[in-house]
């Protein structure tokens, strides 16, 4: 827990209930329905650099392994991989709306993953939707009301493109209020161990950078990532009690997640996901 700008506690919203996830507690208990989650490095049967549990295909890991590693998550959240949908995360903007009829998209391979999106949200029940992550953000929408969940892959380009307010937009022409949509940010690369340089600097809109941005001279920066898709989301009407962010960082937290600065890219990836159960 940490201190909140009213001096009350802010709670941790990621609970690690089994060595291989953490959950959405909150969330979940507000819906029985709703399974929502990030994975850790652990409990999986990848070898070397992507020990133990990386579930992505895209990292020259044993296809086998990978595959594996998913069957275990589906077993877990109740799942099967028929019914997960992947996008192909390009480190954009694009968000898409998917349906039943996109099942199994991503799920077996990188191939079938929706081509040039790096959001997907949905009205449908018993549809899982994933993502991936080894620093950047995730983000997790969720309109109780209107029951439409969606997940984002926010690295520096998708979040200084607005990604975040791309998701909103998408909500509000399915039907969500402002005032329902919640949203968590979740575990990604903290600002200690996240240096930027002039270039990625020049990108943030200048509303936002005294509250993102830490000068290290010599045009070096450290850049609070989470922080800024926080800005961002405020800055497009969502209510400041509507907005979760993890302590968590992927650098930092070297026994649960894999890092790509840490690890130098020889990683593995988690995998973010949110379902509605039928």
């Known amino acids: 827990m940490k201190q909140d700008k009213g001096g009350g506690l802010e709670v941790e919203p990621f609970h690690l209930e089994q060595e291989q996830i953490l959950q959405l507690k909150g969330w979940q208990q507000s819906s029985t329905n709703l399974v929502a989650g990030m994975t850790t490095k652990n409990g999986g049967v990848s070898k070397g650099n992507f020990s133990t549990f ?16 998913r069957e275990r ?25 998917v349906s039943g009829l996109d099942k199994g998209k991503g799920a077996f391979s990188t191939e079938s993953a929706l081509s040039g999106i790096d959001g997907i949200l949905t009205k449908e029940k018993g549809v899982l939707l994933i993502a991936f992550y080894a620093d950047c953000i995730p983000l997790y929408f969720y309109d109780p009301e209107e029951e439409i969940i969606g997940i984002a892959h926010a690295g520096w380009k998708g979040t200084v493109n607005q990604i975040g307010k791309e998701m909103i937009t998408r909500f509000k022409e399915n039907g969500s209020k ?10 990604g690369i903290s600002q200690e161990h996240y240096e930027v340089d002039e270039r990625v600097v020049s990108h943030i809109d200048q509303q936002y950078r005294d509250k993102v ?51 130098q890219g020889k990683t593995g990836r988690m995998l973010g996901f949110i379902g509605m159960r039928v």
């Open 178 to 187: 402002l005032e329902n949509i919640q949203v968590t940010i979740g575990p």
């Open 73 to 97: 998550l589906a077993a877990l959240t109740g799942f099967p991989l028929e019914d997960w949908v992947a996008a192909e995360q390009v480190h954009g903007k694009k968000v898409q709306l």
């Open 213 to 263: 941005l830490k000068s290290k001279g010599n045009q070096r920066f450290l850049l609070n990532l989470k922080e800024l898709n926080k800005e961002i989301l405020l800055h497009s009407g969502i209510l400041r009690h509507n907005i979760d962010m993890t302590n968590y960082c992927t650098y930092r937290d070297k026994d649960l997640f894999f890092s790509y600065r840490r690890d």
């Open 54 to 69: 990386n579930c992505g295909l895209h990292v020259q890991d044993v296809i086998d392994d990978v595959l594996e590693n």
